[in-house]
């Protein structure tokens, strides 16, 4: 069946240094691809997501990179800040309107 | 922030209890979906709707009933809960014209079966 895979499953990273995690999904139909911070005590809150017909997206400290050919997705925070730290997971589309999760990483920003 | 609600956020019960975990959206979206979040953290789809009268079973087996007979409201029902039923419910909903494959999630329901 369809999955996502995430790495890695934990990362602690010194405040101002960057922090990757990244994905692969098995579906070749899959053409969206949220990525999701989860708070201690919250519901999932969406951060930013890339379609297939785009490789990269940026929103500030926030990028993701897309490479459909090798079914890979990745998710960069520079310059990290404490707030940064939850718990994120990545998505993919497997239907118009489902998701698959990762299964999460937890980011530790050391001050 | 999302306009997605749970209740309770906590609930402690004995076996054999039977339950209902609310989720209610005031967004107007059309699909509305049902979560277990395991202490791993990963996240199993249990249930969806995709409008009024429309439920599916997700990918993970669930004990679990739903309903939809209003499109702002997603009850979730266990007959007779176990402790096996533990876990972190988490209620979602898209559709908006927005941005319409992003799910906005509730603050989910921590469940605890004795």
């Known amino acids: 069946g369809e999955n996502v895979e995430q790495h890695p499953s934990t990362l602690s990273v010194q405040e101002g240094d960057s922090a990757v995690i990244k994905c692969t999904y098995s579906?070749?139909?899959?053409?969206?691809f949220p990525w999701y911070k989860q708070e201690l005590g919250k519901g999932p809150q969406l951060i930013i997501d890339?379609?297939?017909?785009?490789g990269e997206k940026k929103d500030q400290r926030i990028a993701v990179t897309l490479n459909k050919t090798a079914k890979h997705f990745s998710l960069h925070i520079t310059e990290t800040q404490p707030e940064d730290s939850a718990v994120y997971f990545c998505?993919?589309?497997?239907?118009?309107?489902?998701?698959?999760f990762g299964t999460g990483t937890r980011l530790k920003v050391l001050a | 922030e999302a306009d997605i609600y749970q209740t309770p956020r906590y609930l402690v019960i004995g076996t054999g209890k039977k339950i209902t975990l609310e989720c209610s959206q005031t967004?107007?979206?059309?699909?509305m979906y049902w979560y277990q979040q395991d202490p791993g953290m990963e996240l199993h789809l249990i249930h969806y709707s995709y409008g009024v009268n429309s439920t599916e079973k997700g990918d993970l087996s669930s004990e679990s009933t739903v309903s939809r007979i209003r499109t702002e409201h997603f009850p979730l029902t266990l007959e007779s809960a176990r402790p096996s039923h533990t876990s972190q419910y988490l209620c979602?909903?898209?559709?908006?014209?927005?941005?319409?494959?992003?799910?906005?999630f509730g603050p989910g329901t921590r469940l605890t079966v004795l």
């Open positions: 890339i379609r297939s017909n785009v």
């Open positions: 979602a909903s898209s559709g908006g014209s927005r941005s319409y494959n992003e799910q906005f």
């Open positions: 579906d070749s139909a899959s053409n969206y």
């Open positions: 998505a993919a589309s497997i239907q118009t309107y489902k998701y698959i």
């Open positions: 967004m107007g979206h059309d699909k």
